[in-house]
C-alpha cells in the first residue's frame, strides 16, 4: 500500500458526459501528479501541483482541469468524454523531490 | 523537453540476467528513475540515480552516466515474477518526472 488513494477505482460512463476523479496524497506530500495510460502506451504525464498551485503541465487536454485544494487532496475533471479517454488515471504524490508513489489507479471506460 | 528511449520488449531465461537500457534527453536534470509496473497496475519504485554510478539494491542494480545520457537497470537471478514492463523516467527541472514507454521483459522457463 504506497499511501495514496484514488477513486473511484472503476468508472463506466457514456461520451459526452463528466467525471470527476480524487486523489488524496500519502500524509505530509506536497506534491501530486496525473499520470494518463492507455491501453498498452506508457504513462503520459498530465499535470503536477505543488502544495495547491499548478507547478507543471504536460500534454493535458482543453476538455481536462485538475486542482489541488488546502488539504492536499487533488481532483481531475474529464469533461465531454470520448471514446479515446478511456484508460487507467493514475495519481501519485511526493514530499518534493524523489520518489513519487503511485495509486492504484481509476479505470475509466466511455462507451 | 525531454525525450527517453528503451527497447519496447526484451526476453529473458528464469535464473539469467538481463540489462535493460535507457537514453534521454532532458533540459534540467533531477534524477532517474526505474519503475516496474505489471499489467493493470501501479508502477512500483525500483531505484532512483542522481549521481553518476552505480546503485545496488538486492537483485536489482541502477547504473547512470549523466554525460551520456544513459542508464541501465541490471535484474540478476531472474525469477518468472520479473515479468512486467519496467518504466525509466527522468525528473527534470520543476521535479515533473517523465516516463519512458517502457520495456516489456518476459521471463521464460
Known amino acids: 500500500d504506497s499511501g495514496v488513494t484514488q477513486t473511484p477505482k472503476h468508472l463506466i460512463t457514456a461520451t459526452g458526459q463528466r467525471v470527476t476523479l480524487r486523489c488524496s496524497p500519502r500524509s505530509g506530500d506536497l506534491s501530486v501528479y496525473w499520470y494518463q495510460q492507455s491501453l498498452d502506451q506508457g504513462l503520459q504525464f498530465l499535470i503536477q501541483y505543488y502544495n495547491g498551485e499548478e507547478r507543471a503541465k504536460g500534454n493535458i487536454l482543453e476538455r481536462f482541469s485538475a486542482q489541488q485544494f488546502p488539504d492536499l487532496h487533488s481532483e481531475l475533471n474529464l469533461s465531454s468524454l470520448e471514446l479515446g479517454d478511456s484508460a487507467l488515471y493514475f495519481c501519485a504524490s511526493s514530499p518534493t523531490a524523489g520518489e513519487l508513489f503511485f495509486g492504484e489507479g481509476s479505470r475509466l471506460t466511455v462507451l | 523537453g525531454q525525450n527517453i528511449d528503451q527497447p519496447t520488449e526484451m526476453t529473458a531465461t528464469e535464473g539469467a540476467i538481463v540489462q535493460i537500457n535507457c537514453t534521454y534527453q532532458?533540459?534540467?536534470?533531477?534524477?532517474l528513475f526505474w519503475y516496474q509496473q505489471h499489467a493493470g497496475e501501479a508502477p512500483t519504485f525500483l531505484s532512483y540515480n542522481v549521481l553518476d554510478g552505480l546503485e545496488e539494491k538486492g537483485r536489482f542494480s541502477s547504473f547512470l552516466s549523466r554525460s551520456k545520457g544513459y542508464s541501465y537497470l541490471l535484474l540478476k537471478e531472474l525469477q518468472m515474477k520479473d515479468s512486467a514492463s519496467y518504466l525509466c523516467?527522468?525528473?527534470?527541472?520543476?521535479?515533473?518526472?517523465?516516463f519512458g514507454t517502457g520495456t516489456l521483459l518476459a521471463v521464460q522457463p
Open positions: 523516467a527522468v525528473q527534470g527541472a520543476t521535479n515533473k518526472l517523465i
Open positions: 532532458t533540459s534540467g536534470f533531477n534524477g
